[in-house]
């Protein structure tokens, strides 16, 4: 999971006007009249080359490969829809959506709801040492997925790790971190660590743009902090909440890391179709199925394009 | 932190011009900051306490010896203190390859991420500074991207690259490393609001080609910007594991990520040479750089995540 910087977070309204045609929050109608030029393409150009080749085309090589096959006998032959049929109907590829569809439900809330208390305890300005609050939390996501699964896989083992220590020293038997019952849920954990800083930063910092005037009002008012947090602070996060989120959806969707290096682990509670990516991943390497695998690459994508558009669409349907 | 405070004042002040003779007497009551509360404290303090625990265990049983790691309690030192033994070894085995793939990851960031906070830059100048044909599309395209799951994207990425001739090569790391979509996006909204149209006015006015003004007059305003995507694509690049492992087989080319996981695999694999101890002193010397690179450079990233609240 790598997410994207949160820099949309900040609507905060004072764009210049020439922020242009695209920027979400701007109104279209303060772009001053300006020329059109194509001098503005020389600038963007070389992004536009290279993301033509890393990100256009990819998308477009994987829909050619999703409809064809590569057979011993007869080779690579036009398959029509063959593919999308065959890993719709593949139920080792569904049993990893519903896992990571599972951990999307458990997840994604525990930590965008610890990250949301975090945030507003460190906004409040009641702690002590609020900047050693911050930097702390934060400092996981500094950590890479690999360092961060190797050390709790470390520290979930019975043999030198905590979970062992425990068991030990109190003489009770923990349930197994890295079980199959138990595994989904440690990874989840894993997660949670990561990005719970990286989701308060983005809550805290849309909590930093509020108008003081706001809270100064609301104290004339003589409103109570939880109402401060309910009416004033919790509507201004709305942007943030919904960023955060979908983030997060696609986050789970992609969930490969965390699984992929605790296979290492406990080759028995993670399996090869443990998640759609880890199965992509599988298809094209251990089964060089590189079609089966480029088809499950577009139904993922597809898939995590639906849900996030539909989380969008009810959340501007609460804010109108 | 620096960033939010700087602004706060000026814009409240700013925009509320009539409340400014109010200010003397209303300030003690005002600038009187909210009670400490220690319950508050010590509950978020849990949260810290989470945080803090896996790299705190990173930290002790770097200090241990292999055997020492399964003999003593987790979180506090065991007998001997093996540390500096434990770096001294990790750097030296199997020739050294663990410095070669530092070298590597230093690499992959400055040509990847410099090269990603490049292209970032300029591409964001353009959209906030120009009015040209085709960039509502331009912005739809790279925001429709985003929703793309980029770990989709590798499996077709590598059956291309590996046509192209590319994997294998450092090429194939860096190449993908180059976009960040959010960086423009945040260039962009920076770019916007930190150059002035007037100065593009005037430097036209005196004859200054476009890619001029822009190294020489708009470069130095996007400075802070530019250390934050630089300091967000720096992190993106370091961990990145995905990509490389995927792209590359010759251990040479490897970066940490990959590396540190290839020891680990060994350690659990029948007959492989046990390095458990080289893994945990592995995994300490790779956060190093990236937690002090945080914690030296914290006005840019708070900065960068208040974007439009920032005006240098």
Not at chain 1, 64 to 76: A, K, P, Q
Not at chain 2, 109 to 137: C, E, I, M, Q, W
Not at chain 2, 207 to 222: H, K, N, S, T
């Amino acid at each position: 999971m790598a997410p994207p910087q949160p820099a949309t977070v900040v609507p905060d309204g004072q764009e210049s006007a020439t922020s242009g045609a695209g920027t979400p929050g701007t109104a279209r109608a303060k772009l001053p009249r300006r020329r059109r030029s194509w001098v503005g393409w020389r600038f963007v150009g070389p992004f536009l080359a290279v993301f033509a080749l890393v990100f256009l085309a990819p998308i477009v090589y994987s829909i050619y490969l999703s409809f064809f096959r590569n057979r011993l006998v007869g080779g690579n032959s036009f398959v029509g829809l063959d593919n999308y049929q065959q890993v719709l109907a593949d139920p080792q590829f569904w049993s990893g959506v519903g896992r990571v569809s599972l951990f999307l439900v458990v997840q994604v809330p525990v930590m965008l709801f610890l990250a949301l208390l975090v945030a507003l305890a460190v906004d409040s300005g009641r702690l002590y040492g609020r900047n050693f609050f911050r930097l702390a939390v934060f400092l996981p996501y500094a950590v890479p997925a690999v360092v961060a699964t190797l050390m709790w896989g470390f520290m979930y083992g019975t043999r030198f790790g905590l979970v062992g220590n425990i068991n030990e020293a109190l003489g009770i038997t923990l349930p197994d971190p890295l079980s199959p019952e138990w595994v989904l849920a440690s990874i989840g954990n894993i997660v949670t660590w990561e990005f719970i800083g990286y989701n308060m930063l983005i809550f805290y910092s849309a909590l930093q743009v509020i108008p003081r005037s706001l809270y100064e009002s609301a104290e004339i008012d003589g409103a109570s902090q939880l109402r401060v947090i309910t009416s004033i602070k919790l509507p201004a996060l709305r942007g943030a909440l919904m960023i955060a989120t979908i983030f997060s959806i696609i986050g789970s969707f992609q969930l490969f890391n965390e699984p992929s290096i605790l296979q290492k682990l406990v080759p028995n509670a993670i399996t090869t179709d443990f998640t759609p990516n880890l199965y992509a991943y599988s298809l094209s390497f251990s089964g060089q199925q590189y079609n089966s695998s480029a088809t499950v690459a577009i139904v993922m994508g597809v898939i995590t394009m639906i849900v996030a558009y539909v989380v969008q669409l009810r959340g501007m349907r609460k804010d109108g | 932190m620096t960033a939010p405070t700087g602004t706060r004042p000026a814009r409240t002040g700013g925009t509320r011009p009539r409340v400014a003779p109010l200010r003397p007497t209303r300030r003690p009551h005002r600038a009187g900051r909210p009670k400490r509360s220690l319950l508050l404290t010590v509950l978020t303090g849990l949260v810290v306490v989470y945080s803090l625990v896996p790299l705190v265990w990173l930290l002790i049983n770097a200090t241990k010896t292999q055997a020492g790691l399964f003999s003593s309690f987790g979180l506090w030192f065991s007998d001997d203190f093996a540390l500096w033994d434990n770096i001294r070894r990790t750097l030296t085995y199997d020739d050294g390859i663990f410095a070669r793939w530092l070298s590597n990851t230093l690499f992959y960031v400055v040509a990847g991420a410099g090269g990603a906070t490049l292209l970032a830059a300029v591409g964001g100048y353009g959209l906030a500074k120009f009015n040209f044909p085709g960039k509502r599309a331009v912005f739809a395209v790279v925001i429709g991207a985003v929703a793309v799951p980029g770990t989709a994207l590798a499996v077709p990425t590598f059956l291309m690259f590996s046509q192209m001739g590319l994997t294998d090569t450092p090429w194939a790391v860096i190449i993908p490393s180059l976009i960040s979509p959010f960086g423009l996006y945040l260039m962009w909204t920076f770019a916007a609001e930190a150059i002035p149209d007037e100065l593009l006015e005037a430097a036209r006015l005196d004859g200054a080609g476009e890619f001029r003004i822009f190294f020489r007059v708009c470069l130095p305003l996007l400075a802070p910007g530019l250390v934050t995507v630089l300091l967000f694509t720096s992190v993106a690049t370091w961990n990145n594991y995905f990509l490389p492992l995927i792209m590359l087989k010759d251990p040479d080319w490897y970066p940490l990520t990959v590396g540190l996981n290839a020891w680990n695999a060994q350690a659990l694999t029948v007959g492989g040479d046990v390095v458990f101890d080289l893994v945990i002193t592995g995994s300490l010397l790779t956060i190093v750089p990236l937690i002090a690179a945080f914690l030296l450079l914290q006005r840019y990233w708070q900065s960068g995540l208040a974007a439009g609240g920032v005006k240098g």
